[in-house]
């Protein structure tokens, strides 16, 4: 059997990849960049730190010393900031009042750190798993939605397979569904068993009324919730938007910030790009969407790459940062390319 572009073109359709990827790729979200970022002062030094940096060994409130030696009391952190310790609840709300700005500070801090140190690379469902690269972007041009082992498999990887004469899953080889009901039927039977990229993708077959479905975006937001909540970083980024378009559920930013951020710390660019976003136009607040987009851009997101270079445009961003950017961004796409994928290119253009 010969290689034909026809075949790649209907085992697309068919696959009915993750689409709002895509879109979500595509198009900018108009982070209309401004004059006059403003910047928060850097944390004021906060009470309750012990001299020596870390939590006194002594209750915060009453000052009794820890069970060193004998009529000592057990001390606990306090879990939202752990930069204070109580000997017990009364004193902890006793000392309430007097803590609760540097408590709250600390955690927002705290959070700030996890927010912006981790997730700085794609997560493993996002690389291809037969020759290890991640799936350039958007996905869905990318990669096929493999129905019965849910991988997603780079184009590159799917044709260099039908060149062989392979047309069944270039990963786990089952033949590839015969039509709408079969595919349905194979994802269904994996959400039974918990999947999560199943229960997400079913989400999205709902949400978008694919494959046959009656649209119900409802549903498709309870299947989303399921799949998140199974692990899923690709539900946490459709609920995001589901939240902040509305659809399916009743609008909240607040909600949607939330899910874009759970989803970017684990890796979700388009969620940390979201997030960037978030940050211009709910606080104007320039300083920190740069440091989300420049981590976007140096994982291959082409829209923040090319919003830093507005602001570097515009006065806001420096020539680093944005040389920083473009350099990271470059080096991203560098290597998500691969022979395979140049010709799979090629041909879905020809
Ligand atoms: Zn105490
Ligand atoms: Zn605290
Ligand atoms: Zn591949
Ligand atoms: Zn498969």
Redesign the pocket.
């Known amino acids: 059997m010969t290689w034909n572009s026809g075949s790649l073109a209907r085992k697309f359709e068919r696959a009915g990849a993750l689409g709002e990827l895509a879109s979500a790729g595509r198009r900018s979200n108009g982070a209309g960049i401004g004059s006059g970022g403003h910047q928060r002062t850097p944390a004021a030094s906060m009470s309750c730190i012990a001299v020596d940096g870390g939590p006194a060994d002594v209750c915060a409130n009453c000052g009794k010393g820890s069970s060193g030696g004998e009529g000592g009391v057990k001390l606990k952190d306090c879990t939202a900031c752990r930069l204070v310790k109580y000997c017990g609840v009364d004193c902890q709300r006793a000392h309430r009042k007097q803590h609760k700005k540097a408590c709250k500070q600390r955690a927002a801090e705290l959070k700030d750190e996890q927010l912006f140190s981790q997730g700085l690379e794609r997560p493993e469902r996002h690389i291809c798993p037969i020759c290890a690269l991640p799936i350039p972007l958007p996905m869905a041009e990318h990669s096929i939605f ?6 997603m ?1 780079c184009t590159g990887c799917t044709m260099a397979a039908q060149k062989r004469g392979m047309f ?7 033949p590839m569904p015969e039509n709408d009901a079969d595919t349905l039927a194979m994802i269904q039977a994996r959400v039974a068993k918990k999947d999560p990229a199943a229960t997400a993708l079913l989400g999205y077959k709902y949400f978008f009324g694919d494959d046959g479905l009656q649209k119900d975006m409802r549903k498709g937001v309870e299947l989303y919730t399921e799949a998140a909540n199974l692990g899923a970083v690709d539900a946490l980024f459709s609920l995001g938007v589901a939240h902040e378009r509305g659809k399916g559920v009743k609008q909240d930013m607040a909600k949607a910030a939330e899910l874009y951020e759970k989803a970017a710390i684990q890796g979700c660019l388009m969620s940390r790009h979201k997030l960037g976003c978030f940050e211009v136009k709910a606080r104007r607040n320039y300083v920190r969407a740069l440091r989300h987009w420049l981590i976007s851009a140096k994982m291959g997101h082409k829209d923040s790459v090319e919003t830093i270079k507005n602001m570097f445009m515009d006065g806001i961003a420096t020539k680093e940062q944005y040389a920083e950017a473009l350099k990271g961004y470059r080096d991203a796409v560098e290597e998500m390319k691969s022979h395979d994928r140049d010709e799979a290119s090629a041909l879905m253009k020809s």
Do not use: H
Request: glycine letters at 0%; charged letters at 30%.
């Open positions: 493999e129905s019965c082992c849910m991988k498999i069944d899953c270039a990963f786990c080889r089952t």
